[in-house]
């Protein structure tokens, strides 16, 4: 399995695509961060021969699904050459039936991304004509209206999108629906005229359910990476024993991921006071100190076989049918690589990665403010307590979020529900797995922010103990934003800023300055 990275994505501006083989670094860098795309001379002969391919299996009225027959059902019924076109808007028109708040401006970025690598890879028969088009949605950021609920799958919040691309349907604007044709008029853009089998391989296959997971995916690398910093900085709240971060119990046990947790913990607290300090305190800590790097190191496993499985599933080809050319031989084949179970199931698991961590985040977060449990700090972390509340009702936020992460980690992909007369059964209820998923991994940044802003306040309440170099420059940098709570306050700005800090990978990279790459 490739190294799972996310360090450079800030810094990619352009993205060259010549075999859809995007790293999560460069998906990211387009779908978040607005990096421009341009397509090789590679990419635009390989659409232009799968396009002429098409093109010769219709002249030749081959019965092909989509093409020359029906849909879902109806593929029982013959399409004559001449209305092949008409077919495809068709099937847009009638497939744009989500409903619901619109997906937002990423999620909408991700899923043209995702439309181009996954036509663009000459099994699809797209014509570069179209893919011109999208490529101009994104680098002018033009955002297609839309609603983002009632999707088995695929097919109704990609109709939305296809519709735009026709000319039809809503534009988002400053967040209002303008009609297509005024924003695509505004930016010199001609709507296209869809060939045989467009409509259908821009609604069909998991190219949503991936680009949300991709999202997803992203959110709960940034999320873990944090975690083992804040991790860090609840050890040293806490005045957690590092022996239990010992290399020779965690070689015991085998799993390379948990042996890189305990690393990356014990490097960030060297030379710690606090740290040398307790040592020798206590037998052992609770649980939640002691197990740290084990749960870590089992939530990381987790994102890592995802990490394997979605960007696999970015690779690969998701249509029907789809267009073969080998040893001279054109074949149009039906099959089923339309099918998000792959990508929803491993989605699914991302959010049960967040249900495992999340207890970890919160269960520190209580701890630290829980005067039976904090080892002598004043109750809820503030120095008058009763006439103060603290850091009191932080602890019921992160609870709070915590509940609706588990409330999202019940899986989607074990459930189907027949769908068009029962000739699509079983469907994989993929994407509500993956929309699920990137919403439980913002829930966690939460989490996460909130333990780090309650660990600096403990932390500054053991002064002058001094905490290791590398956590002391996290605290000291958001110390300047972020001031001790002597009573109380409206916090609620600080919980934001220091999510931002999270999402922007500005704490880790204060980190990796110091030493080096902290190991998923």
Do not use: W
């Amino acid at each position: 399995m490739d190294k799972v990275t996310i360090k450079n994505v800030k810094n990619i501006k352009t993205v060259v695509i010549t075999d859809c083989l995007l790293s999560l670094e460069e998906f990211i860098a387009v779908a978040k961060y607005k990096a421009t795309i341009s397509y090789s001379e590679e990419f635009i002969r390989n659409v232009a021969k799968s396009r002429n391919i098409i093109d010769r299996f219709l002249n030749e009225e081959r019965i092909i699904y989509g093409v020359t027959t029906g849909f879902g059902e109806n593929v029982r019924y013959t399409i004559s050459t001449k209305d092949a076109a008409q077919l495809q808007k068709n099937i847009v028109r009638s497939h744009a039936c989500a409903v619901g708040e619109p997906l937002n401006e990423e999620q909408i970025r991700a899923i043209l991304l995702m439309m181009i690598l996954n036509t663009g890879k000459g099994h699809s028969g797209i014509s570069l004509n179209t893919l011109e088009l999208i490529k101009n949605f994104l680098n002018n950021n033009i955002i297609p209206f839309a609603p983002g609920e009632g999707s088995v799958g695929y097919l109704g919040v990609e109709a939305h999108i296809a519709l735009t691309f026709m000319g039809e349907g809503y534009i988002l604007k400053n967040h209002k629906k303008v009609p297509a044709p005024e924003v695509l008029k505004e930016y010199n853009l001609k709507p296209v005229e869809f060939g045989c089998k467009e409509g259908l391989s821009l609604l069909n296959g998991s190219m949503t359910v991936t680009a949300l997971a991709l999202l997803a995916l992203y959110e709960m690398i940034v999320a873990m990476k944090n975690i083992e910093v804040s991790g860090a900085l609840v050890y040293e709240a806490l005045r957690a024993t590092v022996k239990a971060l010992d290399p020779r119990i965690h070689n015991a046990k085998k799993h390379d991921e948990q042996i890189t947790s305990a690393e990356n913990i014990l490097k960030m607290l060297k030379d710690s006071e606090i740290s040398e300090k307790y040592m020798d305190d206590k037998v052992q800590d609770a649980y939640v100190l002691r197990a740290m790097p084990q749960i870590c190191g089992s939530c990381k496993k987790l994102i890592k076989e995802a990490y394997e499985v979605i960007m696999d599933e970015m690779y690969s080809s998701s249509d029907n049918p789809e267009i073969f050319s080998e040893n001279n031989i054109d074949e149009a084949l039906m099959c089923g690589n339309f099918d998000g179970s792959y990508v929803g199931s491993h989605a699914d698991m991302l959010c049960m990665a967040a249900s495992i961590i999340g207890n970890l985040v919160e269960r520190s977060t209580d701890r630290m403010v829980n005067r039976n449990l904090n080892g002598g700090l004043p109750a809820f972390l503030v120095t008058e307590p009763g006439l103060n509340n603290g850091f009191m009702i932080p602890q019921y936020t992160s609870a709070g979020l915590l509940g609706e992460i588990k409330v999202l980690s019940h899986p989607s992909t074990v459930d189907s529900i027949s769908t068009c007369a029962n000739q699509e059964d079983p469907v994989s209820m993929g994407y509500f797995a993956a929309k699920k998923a990137l919403i439980a991994s913002k829930k966690l940044q939460y989490m996460v922010s909130i333990e780090i802003m309650v660990s600096l306040q403990a932390i500054d309440l053991l002064k002058p103990l001094k905490q290791s170099p590398v956590t002391k420059k996290v605290h000291d940098f958001l110390r300047e934003s972020v001031p001790m709570l002597d009573e109380d306050r409206y916090i609620y700005p600080d919980i934001e800023y220091i999510l931002k800090q999270i999402q922007e990978m500005t704490i880790v990279e204060i980190v990796e300055n110091e030493i080096g790459e902290l190991k998923f």
